[in-house]
């Protein structure tokens, strides 16, 4: 089989609005490398989108999802419920962050996530505007498109969308967005657009995803989360892409000094398999009526099996520790092409959600054409990234936490070897 041939199939059977960035396919993979059907090996700086950090078919999470699949694949937890999602439940109560009384359910989407956070938020405060910030991204239903703070592709020919949905800038100082200026705007919105009495929620992503990973400064934090008590507003923390060891902490929200009333947890949580959850406080939690929660697949029994495996697999081969040890190693190399490759505009990230923001440097604004030729160049050579940020200028770096030294070292020589052709 051809790559070239499958490439055709696809455009006759599948539709264009599903977007596909590689014209490649895959046919096997492997902790942090993936081969595709003619045979060529590449490495993986992608992972899914951030949903592999314990890696391809890591051997603890095919040996659990294996066990399970042996007893029952599916009963719906709300027909006849099942030991190992409470215990899943309790794990997540408990390692997420602060020790008040928490509870989490379960569903199988990061999108379907983020509806169920709203819902929850609107049932428990009786309101119903949300705030979200631009850059942003949230999903693709609805709901999530409401949020999220990008309009192409995501909300090109969609609408209308869900009302009661305002957006403020989030901080991005390269950009010349401050701390400042995002609290001034949001009191703005309360003076011209809705009341904070109104608001049910305030939404955000500690480290933005798709929006650039531009992580929310402590101050922005500590401010969001003194005008949310001011008014009754509940803070969510949509850690779907910050989740489970990316930032050199569980969970992006460790970071702070100033606890979220719910969060939204996906991706690397089952390591591949569909689960996503919401986990807040027990009184917010509570306050949907039985049967407003739930889905025919949430908490899907081989997916819950699954994510025991990654929460094992991260506390056994100490990821959190790993995390810090490959994005200190990925932003020194960056640093170290600064001289080589003036387009460097900016290496941030916590832990291994590493970024870096390229800008023309006569003209200092954003060059997703720079940016482009080191994706297209690390392509060729067999590294796979990923571009980000609301200027499509950024490259984001979602290896698997997994990867192992030596092929750590082979990718960044890719990467340099990239940079420096492009700038050339």
């Known amino acids: 089989?051809?790559?070239?041939?499958?490439?055709?199939?696809?455009?006759?059977?599948?539709?264009?609005?599903v977007g596909v960035m590689c014209q490649f396919y895959a046919e096997r993979a492997l902790n942090s490398e993936i081969w595709d059907v003619e045979g060529r090996r590449y490495i993986d700086f992608a992972a899914g989108i951030a949903v592999l950090n314990t890696g391809h078919r890591h051997p603890k999470l095919m040996a659990a999802v294996q066990a399970q699949a042996e007893k029952f694949t599916h009963t719906c937890y709300q027909v006849v419920p099942y030991a190992s999602y409470i215990e899943l439940a309790e794990k997540i109560n408990q390692l997420?962050?602060?020790?008040?009384?928490?509870?989490?359910?379960f569903f199988s989407s990061g999108a379907e996530a983020v509806e169920n956070a709203i819902k929850i938020a609107r049932a428990s405060t009786g309101r119903s505007a949300v705030i979200a910030f631009s850059g942003g991204f949230h999903g693709r239903t609805m709901m999530g498109m409401a949020l999220t703070g990008k309009v192409a592709p995501y909300k090109l020919g969609f609408g209308p969308f869900p009302g009661e949905i305002y957006h403020a800038p989030f901080p991005m100082e390269l950009h010349g967005v401050t701390t400042e200026d995002s609290l001034a705007a949001l009191q703005m919105l309360f003076k011209a657009d809705v009341d904070p009495k109104r608001v049910a929620a305030i939404i955000l992503e500690p480290v933005q995803g798709e929006g650039g990973f531009y992580?929310?400064?402590?101050?922005?934090?500590?401010?969001?989360?003194?005008?949310?008590?001011?008014?009754?507003?509940?803070?969510?923390?949509?850690?779907?892409?910050?989740g489970f060891a990316r930032t050199g902490k569980l969970f992006a929200m460790e970071h702070y000094d100033v606890l979220p009333d719910l969060m939204t947890i996906a991706k690397s949580l089952a390591g591949g398999m569909p689960l996503s959850a919401v986990c807040g406080r027990?009184?917010?939690?509570?306050?949907?009526?039985?049967?407003?929660?739930?889905?025919?697949?949430?908490?899907?029994?081989?997916?819950?099996?699954?994510?025991?495996?990654?929460?094992d697999v991260i506390a056994e081969e100490k990821l959190v520790e790993r995390a810090n040890l490959l994005g200190d190693r990925l932003k020194d190399k960056l640093n170290s092409l600064r001289e080589a490759v003036p387009q460097i505009a900016d290496v941030r990230g916590p832990g291994a959600m590493v970024a870096v923001e390229f800008m023309n440097p006569f003209s200092g604004r954003a060059d997703m054409e720079f940016t482009k030729k080191v994706q297209t160049h690390a392509l060729q050579q067999g590294l796979l990234l990923l571009?980000?940020?609301v200027y499509g200028n950024v490259v984001r770096f979602l290896f698997p936490l997994t990867i192992s030294d030596a092929l750590m070292t082979e990718a960044l020589e890719i990467l340099e070897s990239a940079m420096r052709k492009s700038a050339e």
Do not use: W
């Open 96 to 105: 997420s962050p602060g020790s008040h009384a928490k509870k989490t359910a």
């Open 282 to 311: 027990t009184d917010i939690m509570d306050a949907p009526a039985p049967g407003g929660l739930g889905g025919t697949y949430a908490g899907n029994p081989l997916a819950i099996a699954s994510a025991h495996a990654v929460l």
């Open 387 to 389: 571009t980000c940020g």
């Open 215 to 242: 992580m929310a400064p402590h101050n922005f934090m500590r401010a969001l989360r003194a005008i949310c008590d001011e008014h009754g507003i509940l803070l969510i923390a949509d850690e779907i892409q910050t």
């Open 1 to 17: 089989m051809k790559n070239t041939e499958l490439q055709q199939r696809k455009d006759q059977a599948t539709p264009r609005g």
